[in-house]
């Protein structure tokens, strides 16, 4: 146990007060004269020797204001809290009612979304595996064991390793492979008007190599709009056309340099913390401001070498997740310092101690052979 505020216990200092009140309030002794011993010899008073009358009540009251003292000084408890109910979840693919059998009365859940029971429908997958692993790990208070059944292969895995910050027991079951792993989406294609700088078709036809690994499609000529999929570039401080600005109100996504409004969510950031891409949505399209221009010489963090596949990401998002062996995809437990348990007050059954010591001394105070003394 330890105190959240150790100077509430100046309080017990007030233990003098019932001290002093008991010796102030003893029953004094009447001295009565007897004949027959005032022939006898005066001799010396022992020294009265200090003592307590009602000793019970006064011990009741040392006690209250202790017990008041310490509820001041906000005890709580720091030691490791009991431990949870192990937690079972099961892949939405899988016959959960079927894997649990009649054994066990631990808590099953779908791996899905808010972690329904087993008992209600089966849920629909809107989030990968590994996801929605890391945020039951950090629900789940810690020292609470965890049972993950998954499928076999094993679909929607991440490019690394999965780290919780528990040990696993990991239950691959064997399930046919359903449909062929879908195909990574590919890269969007970048469309320059007739009018773009040198500077700006150099830096555009960089990223093009790196995401495709060929040369860039040649400038839109004319009043030629970007193709379905295509991102338009739009560069310098002209406004767009007319047909441009249609085509962007249908869906189209047009990247310019143009500075953003300030409410517009970012995208992307600098290494600096900056924003670099920035998003404003027209019509059912993406306009994409690039902060800071398209020309490398005058916006410096174009030239980082990851900045391709940062700019992928930013416009569509993680890769697709791929198809693995089960058994090959255990988590890890990660080599990080256990969490610091939190404090659990304990001042709600200190203050019933209070009112339980309060109710005593009233009635130690109030009893019948107290008021017939008095």
């Not at 020294?47 to 009540?57: A, G, N, V």
């Not at 949505?281 to 174009?302: E, S, W």
């Not at 998002?317 to 990080?336: C, L, M, N």
């Amino acid at each position: 146990m330890s105190l959240l505020f150790p100077l509430g216990l100046l309080a017990l200092l007030s233990a003098l007060l019932p001290l002093l009140i008991h010796l102030a309030r003893r029953h004094p002794y009447t001295p009565l004269d007897f004949a027959a011993l005032r022939w006898l010899r005066a001799r010396v008073r022992p020294r009265q020797r200090i003592r307590f009358d009602d000793w019970p009540l006064l011990l009741v009251r040392l006690l209250l204001l202790a017990a008041l003292a310490v509820l001041l000084a906000h005890p709580a408890l720091t030691g490791p809290a009991p431990a949870a109910p192990a937690w079972t979840v099961v892949a939405p693919g899988l016959d959960a009612k079927a894997l649990r059998g009649k054994a066990g009365t631990t808590p099953w859940h779908w791996l899905a979304p808010a972690f329904p029971e087993i008992d209600q429908p089966v849920p629909v997958q809107t989030a990968t595996l590994p996801s929605l692993l890391r945020e039951l790990d950090a629900r789940l208070p810690a020292g609470t064991a965890l049972v993950v059944h998954v499928p076999d292969p094993l679909s929607d895995l991440d490019g690394q390793r999965l780290q919780l910050s528990r040990t696993v027991r990991w239950v691959p079951h064997a399930v046919p492979l359903r449909a062929a792993t879908p195909a990574a989406t590919a890269a969007p294609v970048l469309r320059l008007h007739d009018g773009a700088t040198a500077p700006v078709q150099r830096w555009a036809a960089a990223v093009q190599r790196a995401w495709h690994g060929q040369v860039m499609p040649p400038a839109l000529a004319g009043g030629a709009l970007p193709g379905a999929g295509e991102i338009g570039v739009w560069s310098g401080g002209k406004p767009l056309p007319g047909n441009w600005q249609r085509w962007l109100q249908q869906g189209g996504q047009v990247l310019v340099e143009t500075p953003a409004p300030a409410t517009a969510p970012v995208l992307l950031r600098a290494e600096g913390g900056e924003p670099l891409l920035q998003q404003q949505r027209v019509g059912r399209g993406r306009l994409l401001h690039l902060v800071g221009g398209l020309d490398v010489a005058v916006n410096p963090a174009l030239q980082r070498p990851d900045l391709p596949r940062q700019l992928r990401i930013a416009l569509q998002g993680e890769p697709r997740a791929r198809v693995g062996d089960a058994r090959d995809h255990a988590p890890t437990k990660a080599s990080r310092p256990a969490a610091r348990a939190e404090p659990r007050d304990i001042g709600v059954w200190l203050a019933v101690l209070v009112l339980l010591l309060f109710g005593v001394e009233r009635w130690l105070a109030s009893a019948p052979q107290r008021r017939r003394r008095a």
